[in-house]
């Protein structure tokens, strides 16, 4: 079977696609990234991706900081359909995603967000999930639509908020869930488990 072909966007440090290049380079993901993107033109993933040789590119969105204007985001899919990719992979991408990305990778597009969804949408999800007093949270992989947070439910990891969490080691242990979950579920996809 060949390799299911990846462009991943984000806008932070990077550490998903850390780890999900870390489960290529094991043998364990049957991937291969053909295009990093990010509308932060020093984001983590796009030092990953350049010391790898993967191409890179980056959004340039003066007018919004939310989303993507219209044209920016059409020139943004030109670039994603010119890379081949099959999926893409949201990855710490901090703006919403509109129709001319939508329509033109429907049900091809996934994020990992930090908690059990359909709880705690939105910004600093751990945080939220403290404040909540809630026992349990987690993260969540999940199909993108047009709401914040809101698409399909494709996979989700448990993790115990214990006595003493403070919202950083709380993000922290998210993190590592995450670490674990995205290479999980992107096997999934690898394998043409998923749609
Ligand atoms: C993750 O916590 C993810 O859940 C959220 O953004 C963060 C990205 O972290 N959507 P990183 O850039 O992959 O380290």
Known sequence: MPHLKIAVLGSGKGSNFR??????????????????????????????AENLGIPTTVINEPKFRTRLS????????????ASGAELIVLAGYMRLVKSPLL????????????????SFPG?????????????????????VDSGMDTGEIIGQSEVSIL??????T???RIQEAEHELYPEVLARFARRELP
């Open 123 to 143: 910004l600093e999800a751990w945080r939220q999930a403290l404040t909540a007093g809630v026992k349990m949270t987690g993260c969540t992989v999940h199909f």
């Open 163 to 168: 006595p003493g969490d403070t919202p950083e």
């Open 19 to 48: 780890a999900i290049l870390s489960a290529i380079m094991a043998g364990h993901l049957r991937v291969t990234p053909v295009l990093a993107a990010s509308d932060v033109a020093d984001a983590g993933i796009l030092n990953l």
């Open 103 to 118: 329509e033109a990778f429907p049900r091809r597009i996934i994020n990992i967000h930090p908690s059990l969804l359909p």
């Open 70 to 81: 219209e044209e920016v985001e059409s020139k943004l899919v030109e670039e994603l359909q």
């Open 170 to 172: 709380l993000h922290a």
